[in-house]
């Protein structure tokens, strides 16, 4: 395995495309929960780019709405991803896809991946034009992940990161994310996939328990899109709540350099460390 001091020696990107739909995770895809399992936004970015190469020669361009679920931990191994096409309409899609991993099915996706046509918004639209980040990604100080597994590498090398407001782990928070790697070796990141790989970071930057000594799991991640996100930046602005039966939710605002264009949310698991 790797080691973050010497990040330049590390993987070039999240995954490596094999043959019939199967991918190669490499440690860049590594979570904080467990060194042997990943971060759940590679994957959900993975499978997000995958959906999106089905719809696209159907004249669907928008993902409007993503939703995992995170049905086992994800190994840091050769997964496959099967895409269905569920229902397609004159102007929108619905898609299903499947993570598998050593045979068992790890994750199960929807999506809804809409046409996209032009449509002129008037001006002194109530609510419109929709709020900016709080700071711009030049504006906002770097920000730093805490070592996952100690010193191996894994998510906190495949994304950069600053913080627009507030602070990293210590309750509401708004953080710029951006890829340092690709998500497959040798495709450029999608919109979509830029998104995935940071909004499963919400219940994270925005936590508000110390991770040391408890577990706040998310076991789904949704995403709604109003428009497509452009840019290499993406903000994810995170706020955690919890309740007394080992429940919580992480709600955030989706980003990019010209104003909002989503939001997201994650059931959580919360349990004190054993």
């Known amino acids: 395995m790797q080691d973050r001091d010497d990040p330049g020696s590390g993987p070039a990107s999240a995954f490596v495309a094999r043959e019939e739909g199967r991918y190669q995770s490499t440690e860049l895809t590594r979570g ?140 509401p928070c708004a953080a710029w994310f951006r890829l340092r790697q690709p998500i497959v070796a040798g495709r450029q990141p999608t919109a979509i996939e830029r998104v995935a790989v940071a909004a499963d970071s919400g219940n994270g930057i925005s936590a508000v328990l110390d991770f040391k000594r408890h577990l706040f799991l998310n076991n789904d991640l949704t995403i709604n899109l109003f428009r497509r996100p452009e840019g290499e930046w993406i903000c994810i602005d995170a706020r955690t709540v919890l309740g007394s039966g080992g429940g919580g939710l992480a709600e955030a605002r989706i980003f990019d350099a010209q104003g909002q264009v989503g939001r997201s949310s994650q059931s959580l698991l919360v349990r004190s460390r054993e």
Do not use: M
């Not at 619905?94 to 809804?112: I, M, P, Q, W, Y």
């Not at 504006?139 to 600053?162: C, H, M, N, Q, T």
């Open 32 to 171: 904080p929960w467990n060194p042997e399992h990943q971060h759940g936004g590679p994957p959900c970015a993975l499978v997000a780019g995958a959906i999106t190469r089905t719809a696209e020669p159907l004249g669907l361009t928008h993902v409007a709405r993503l939703t995992a679920n995170l049905l086992r931990p994800i190994p840091i191994a050769e997964v496959q991803i099967a895409v269905d096409t569920t229902y397609v309409g004159r102007n929108a899609g619905h898609f299903t896809a499947r993570l598998s991993a050593a045979g068992k099915e790890v994750a199960h996706f929807s999506a809804l991946v809409q046409r996209e046509a032009q449509f002129e918004l008037a001006v002194g639209l109530p609510g419109h034009p929709p709020p900016l980040a709080p700071r711009s990604p030049e504006e906002s100080p770097p920000g730093r992940f805490p070592p996952f597994a100690g010193r191996k590498i894994g998510y906190p090398d495949l994304v950069e990161v600053r913080v627009a407001q507030g602070s990293l782990f210590s309750g």
